[in-house]
Protein backbone atom coordinates (compact mmCIF):
# COMPACT_ATOMS: atom_id res chain seq x y z
CA UNK A 1 0.00 0.00 0.00
CA UNK A 2 1.32 3.54 -0.97
CA UNK A 3 2.38 5.49 1.98
CA UNK A 4 2.83 9.27 3.33
CA UNK A 5 6.37 9.19 1.72
CA UNK A 6 5.22 8.69 -1.65
CA UNK A 7 3.61 12.08 -1.94
CA UNK A 8 7.00 13.46 -1.73
CA UNK A 9 7.60 15.92 -4.83
CA UNK A 10 10.78 17.50 -5.93
CA UNK A 11 7.59 20.22 -7.49
CA UNK A 12 6.09 20.53 -4.25
CA UNK A 13 7.78 22.11 -0.75
CA UNK A 14 6.11 24.23 2.49
CA UNK A 15 6.70 28.06 1.78
CA UNK A 16 10.09 29.36 4.23
CA UNK A 17 9.13 30.97 7.24
CA UNK A 18 10.34 34.04 6.44
CA UNK A 19 9.04 35.37 3.47
CA UNK A 20 7.24 38.21 2.69
CA UNK A 21 3.21 38.39 2.74
CA UNK A 22 3.30 38.58 -1.04
CA UNK A 23 5.52 35.63 -1.61
CA UNK A 24 4.38 33.52 1.49
CA UNK A 25 0.31 33.59 -0.58
CA UNK A 26 1.98 33.10 -3.53
CA UNK A 27 4.26 30.15 -2.29
CA UNK A 28 0.95 28.62 -0.48
CA UNK A 29 -0.95 28.83 -3.67
CA UNK A 30 1.64 26.93 -5.64
CA UNK A 31 1.91 24.29 -3.06
CA UNK A 32 -1.79 23.99 -3.26
CA UNK A 33 -1.88 24.13 -6.64
CA UNK A 34 0.73 21.39 -7.28
CA UNK A 35 -1.17 19.31 -4.24
CA UNK A 36 -4.00 19.02 -6.58
CA UNK A 37 -1.82 17.49 -9.47
CA UNK A 38 0.04 15.40 -7.29
CA UNK A 39 -3.08 13.43 -6.13
CA UNK A 40 -4.34 12.54 -9.57
CA UNK A 41 -1.17 11.06 -10.63
CA UNK A 42 -0.32 7.53 -10.98
CA UNK A 43 -4.23 6.33 -11.30
CA UNK A 44 -6.16 5.52 -14.85
CA UNK A 45 -8.67 7.02 -15.80
CA UNK A 46 -10.97 4.97 -13.99
CA UNK A 47 -9.61 5.66 -11.02
CA UNK A 48 -9.75 9.55 -11.14
CA UNK A 49 -13.20 9.41 -12.50
CA UNK A 50 -14.20 7.65 -9.15
CA UNK A 51 -16.45 8.87 -7.13
CA UNK A 52 -16.23 6.43 -4.10
CA UNK A 53 -18.42 8.17 -1.54
CA UNK A 54 -21.78 7.51 -2.94
CA UNK A 55 -23.40 10.59 -1.38
CA UNK A 56 -20.68 12.85 -3.27
CA UNK A 57 -20.67 14.40 -6.78
CA UNK A 58 -16.68 14.22 -6.14
CA UNK A 59 -13.80 13.28 -7.53
CA UNK A 60 -10.24 13.50 -8.56
CA UNK A 61 -10.75 14.52 -12.56
CA UNK A 62 -13.84 16.57 -11.03
CA UNK A 63 -11.69 18.52 -8.48
CA UNK A 64 -9.32 19.52 -11.04
CA UNK A 65 -12.20 20.31 -13.61
CA UNK A 66 -13.60 22.89 -10.16
CA UNK A 67 -10.23 24.10 -9.52
CA UNK A 68 -10.15 25.78 -13.40
CA UNK A 69 -13.27 27.15 -12.81
CA UNK A 70 -12.50 28.81 -9.66
CA UNK A 71 -9.53 29.78 -10.94
CA UNK A 72 -11.40 31.63 -14.02
CA UNK A 73 -13.90 33.07 -11.56
CA UNK A 74 -12.16 35.06 -8.75
CA UNK A 75 -9.00 35.85 -10.91
CA UNK A 76 -11.04 37.08 -13.79
CA UNK A 77 -14.38 37.72 -13.71
CA UNK A 78 -13.69 38.99 -10.34
CA UNK A 79 -10.27 40.70 -10.10
CA UNK A 80 -10.38 41.83 -13.77
CA UNK A 81 -13.76 42.67 -12.47
CA UNK A 82 -15.45 41.15 -16.21
CA UNK A 83 -18.25 38.86 -15.16
CA UNK A 84 -19.16 38.03 -18.72
CA UNK A 85 -16.01 36.04 -18.82
CA UNK A 86 -17.78 32.39 -19.82
CA UNK A 87 -17.58 29.46 -18.20
CA UNK A 88 -15.05 26.72 -19.18
CA UNK A 89 -17.50 23.56 -18.55
CA UNK A 90 -20.88 25.22 -19.09
CA UNK A 91 -23.32 27.41 -17.74
CA UNK A 92 -25.17 24.72 -14.53
CA UNK A 93 -23.96 24.55 -11.37
CA UNK A 94 -21.47 21.93 -10.67
CA UNK A 95 -21.52 20.64 -14.19
CA UNK A 96 -17.61 20.75 -13.91
CA UNK A 97 -17.96 17.51 -11.32
CA UNK A 98 -20.61 15.64 -13.21
CA UNK A 99 -20.95 13.94 -16.01
CA UNK A 100 -17.18 12.87 -16.59
CA UNK A 101 -18.06 9.90 -18.95
CA UNK A 102 -16.77 11.97 -22.20
CA UNK A 103 -14.20 14.05 -20.35
CA UNK A 104 -10.55 13.58 -21.08
CA UNK A 105 -8.40 14.22 -18.24
CA UNK A 106 -5.38 15.14 -20.43
CA UNK A 107 -7.18 17.79 -22.07
CA UNK A 108 -8.80 18.86 -18.89
CA UNK A 109 -5.41 19.24 -16.88
CA UNK A 110 -4.00 21.52 -19.62
CA UNK A 111 -7.15 23.57 -19.19
CA UNK A 112 -6.12 24.08 -15.26
CA UNK A 113 -2.75 24.53 -16.11
CA UNK A 114 -3.95 27.14 -18.56
CA UNK A 115 -6.17 28.75 -15.73
CA UNK A 116 -3.71 28.37 -13.11
CA UNK A 117 -0.70 30.40 -15.19
CA UNK A 118 -3.70 33.00 -16.20
CA UNK A 119 -4.32 33.57 -12.89
CA UNK A 120 -0.40 34.24 -11.82
CA UNK A 121 -0.14 36.61 -15.11
CA UNK A 122 -3.40 38.89 -13.80
CA UNK A 123 -1.74 38.89 -10.31
CA UNK A 124 1.62 39.71 -11.42
CA UNK A 125 0.33 43.09 -12.57
CA UNK A 126 -1.49 44.22 -9.40
CA UNK A 127 -0.79 44.59 -5.82
CA UNK A 128 -2.52 42.84 -2.71
CA UNK A 129 -4.66 45.98 -2.30
CA UNK A 130 -5.92 46.13 -5.99
CA UNK A 131 -8.95 44.96 -6.12
CA UNK A 132 -11.44 43.68 -8.57
CA UNK A 133 -15.68 43.51 -8.34
CA UNK A 134 -17.92 40.57 -7.85
CA UNK A 135 -21.22 40.37 -9.62
CA UNK A 136 -23.00 41.89 -6.40
CA UNK A 137 -20.99 45.01 -6.15
CA UNK A 138 -18.70 44.13 -3.61
CA UNK A 139 -14.83 45.14 -3.72
CA UNK A 140 -12.30 41.94 -2.99
CA UNK A 141 -8.68 43.01 -3.06
CA UNK A 142 -6.04 40.62 -4.41
CA UNK A 143 -4.71 40.32 -0.92
CA UNK A 144 -8.07 38.36 -0.03
CA UNK A 145 -8.55 35.85 -3.18
CA UNK A 146 -4.94 34.60 -2.43
CA UNK A 147 -6.28 34.11 1.30
CA UNK A 148 -9.43 32.73 -0.68
CA UNK A 149 -8.10 30.42 -2.81
CA UNK A 150 -5.71 28.19 -0.45
CA UNK A 151 -8.65 28.03 1.53
CA UNK A 152 -10.34 26.44 -1.07
CA UNK A 153 -7.50 24.25 -2.63
CA UNK A 154 -6.83 23.31 1.64
CA UNK A 155 -10.52 22.49 1.48
CA UNK A 156 -10.59 20.53 -1.46
CA UNK A 157 -7.12 18.65 -1.13
CA UNK A 158 -8.51 17.05 2.07
CA UNK A 159 -11.33 16.06 -0.56
CA UNK A 160 -8.72 14.36 -2.89
CA UNK A 161 -6.90 12.92 0.19
CA UNK A 162 -9.93 11.09 0.79
CA UNK A 163 -10.71 10.10 -2.15
CA UNK A 164 -7.08 9.17 -3.11
CA UNK A 165 -6.92 6.84 -0.12
CA UNK A 166 -10.50 5.35 -1.02
CA UNK A 167 -10.30 4.46 -4.67
CA UNK A 168 -6.11 2.84 -4.00
CA UNK A 169 -5.38 3.45 -0.72
CA UNK A 170 -2.37 5.85 -0.92
CA UNK A 171 -2.10 8.22 2.08
CA UNK A 172 -0.65 11.80 1.64
CA UNK A 173 -0.86 15.51 2.15
Known amino acids: MPSVGDMQSARRSEPAYSLDDRAMLEAWLEFHRTTLELKCEGLDDAGRKARPVATSNLSLHGLVRHMAEVERNWFQRVLLSAPDTPPIYGPED ?74 DGSVGW
Open 94 to 167: DIELVPLDDADFDTDLATFRGECERSREIARERELTDSGVRRDGEVVPLRWIYVHMIEEYARHNGHADLIRELV
